[in-house]
């Protein structure tokens, strides 16, 4: 009975060894593919991607200095708008009656200094001006000059009672009030020149050094993602703003009046800045290379070995790398799948 156990045991542990070994060996043995690679020539350009939105150079924000009785309304929202067009008017009758009670006092007051004048014409004349007469003379002076002010304040009242847009335009927001309501001070018209419409992104202070004006853009729209919208870096702000993540700049970027029908303020998108750009350039797709010990190499075949070759590398964008050296055309590299 003995015997027979122990036989058992060793039946057992042969069996197990032999199913341990052929594991080995099946995964030692495994079938390895590798994926195929052509190096090819090609243009390449490196770029950095900001987001941003659509903005206008040019516009206005008009209100009231004081609230009223509105006596006219000249545009709604989205009306064009041409450059000193009468957008809203208050109602100026008792700006009216004031200014006509500002003119008889100042009439008043002119008469009274003029019949001074000639009360004491032979005095001046003389040059016999004791200090009495000389402050009565100034004090008429000066009354003058206070209606000729209140007339001029009331005059200007009188044009502030209305609103003017100082550029042509589309009126993109204004308050709903029609002729006959009352229009607060806080209410707005905002007039925007549609021929001024540029792309706005905030630059991190870590990416200043790379980017200056002059430098062609690319700009893709969230609403639009089949176009490009071709640009250039118009501007960089000197005077940073603090955001959340950091210091950033604004830059901005015009855009093209051929482009203007699609667009319309607030579009978010990301901009597209070409850094650097090469022609002819020796390429393989970023997939093939890789780094081993600190080192940039692809695998090339040799017999049925895959071998590492160093390679210097350049550019790398949208899935394709520059190849500076260690690699020519035509040649083929492999990556394991």
Do not use: C
């Amino acid at each position: 009975m003995l015997t027979w156990l122990k036989t058992h045991k060793l039946v057992v542990g042969l069996i197990l060894l032999a199913i341990i070994f052929g594991i080995y060996r099946f995964i030692n043995t495994r079938q390895v593919s590798y994926e195929e690679y052509t190096v090819t020539r090609g243009n390449i350009q490196e770029t950095l991607e900001l987001s941003g939105e659509v903005d206008a150079e040019k516009y206005a924000t008009l209100r009231f200095l004081t609230g009223g009785l509105t006596s006219y309304v000249g545009a709604q929202e989205s009306d064009s708008i041409a450059k000193w067009q009468t957008l809203a008017s208050l109602d100026s009758r008792q700006l009216h009656k004031v200014l006509e009670q500002k003119l008889n006092l100042y009439a008043i007051e002119r008469g009274e200094f003029d019949q001074g004048q000639d009360d004491y014409q032979k005095n001046i004349d003389d040059g016999d001006i004791d200090q009495e007469l000389r402050r009565l003379l100034e004090k008429n002076q000066y009354q003058l000059d206070n209606t000729v002010k209140d007339v001029e304040y009331q005059d200007l009242a009188l044009k502030l009672s209305r609103i003017y847009s100082p550029i042509s335009g589309i009126l993109v927001e204004s308050p709903s009030v029609s002729a006959g309501s009352i229009v607060a001070a806080t209410d707005k018209w905002v007039v925007v020149d549609p021929l001024s419409l540029q792309f706005v992104a905030d630059l991190d202070e870590t990416e200043l050094v790379r980017v200056h004006s002059g430098q062609s853009v690319q700009i893709t729209l969230d609403a639009f993602p089949d176009k490009i919208y071709s640009s250039s870096v118009g501007s960089i702000s000197f005077s940073p703003k603090e955001t959340t993540t950091g210091t950033v700049y604004t830059i901005k970027m015009p855009l093209s009046a051929s482009d203007l029908a699609d667009l319309r303020l607030g579009l978010n998108g990301t901009a597209a800045i070409i850094l650097s750009r090469k022609d002819d350039a020796v390429l393989l797709p970023s997939a093939a290379v890789t780094t081993l010990d600190g080192k940039t190499v692809v695998y090339v075949k040799s017999g049925n070995k895959y071998l590492a070759k160093t390679v210097t590398t350049g550019i790398e964008n949208n899935g394709q790398i520059e190849i500076l050296s260690g690699m020519a055309e035509g040649e083929h590299v492999y990556q394991e799948k």
